[in-house]
């Protein structure tokens, strides 16, 4: 008599787990490219020099306040695309789109996007009146300083999530999963 069994398929998660683990590694990812630290404390410099009794050298670090996130943002946007398309929800080879193409495309809309409203907001710093300055920047300092406790508890929740995840057994075909993605991307 012999033993015909068939073999079980791998465990795979639930849609609603998959996104959530995704989301939780983009998050992480994101957050590692993109530190919040450095934007506040140049928040809080800029907060405090708008203050100067020279009007040239306020508008200087307003303008500045705005400039630096937006040109770090452009140094890292092939690593934030990349990263935001590796933990992409769905399988790279599915549908129509090249994954390469579709990071390439986004990487140019992240790039203009990001140029586009730097820009616009250079030009109303340049043109609002140097009183309002001296209050909306401390303001949005203070708007930083939430957005910090915000990213802090996103990102224990997202650590939390992951190593939840990495105790089921689907997860080391997921992790080969999001190393083959890598590999696409380079």
């Known amino acids: 008599m012999s033993d015909t069994t068939t073999p079980t398929p791998a465990p795979s998660p639930s849609p609603e787990a998959l996104n959530e683990l995704?989301?939780?590694?983009?998050t992480r990812a994101v957050q590692a490219i993109t530190p919040p630290w450095p934007?506040?404390?140049?928040n809080v410099v800029c907060a405090a020099a708008v203050w100067l009794p020279d009007t040239f050298t306020a508008r200087t670090v307003a303008v500045l306040?705005?400039?630096?996130?937006?040109?770090?943002i452009?140094?890292?946007?092939k690593a934030l695309v990349r990263e935001g398309t590796v933990y992409?929800?769905?399988?790279?080879?599915?549908?129509?789109a090249d994954p390469v193409l579709t990071g390439h495309v986004a990487s140019r809309m992240l790039a203009v996007g990001n140029v586009?409203?730097?820009?616009?907001?250079?030009?109303?710093v340049?043109?609002?009146?140097?009183?309002?300055?001296?209050?909306a920047l401390p303001a949005l300092c203070l708007w930083g300083a939430v957005d910090m406790v915000r990213q802090s508890r996103d990102r224990r929740r997202a650590a939390a999530v992951v190593e939840r995840a990495q105790g089921e057994?689907?997860?080391?075909?997921?992790?080969?999963?999001?190393d083959a993605r890598r590999a696409v991307l380079g």
């Open 126 to 135: 340049l043109f609002v009146p140097l009183g309002f300055l001296r209050f």
């Open 169 to 178: 057994p689907w997860y080391p075909a997921y992790r080969k999963r999001i």
């Open 39 to 42: 934007h506040f404390l140049l």
């Open 22 to 26: 995704l989301d939780a590694e983009r």
């Open 74 to 77: 452009l140094l890292r946007q």
């Open 65 to 72: 306040s705005i400039a630096a996130p937006s040109a770090w």
């Open 88 to 96: 992409a929800f769905g399988d790279p080879g599915d549908g129509p």
């Open 116 to 124: 586009v409203v730097a820009a616009v907001l250079v030009a109303v």
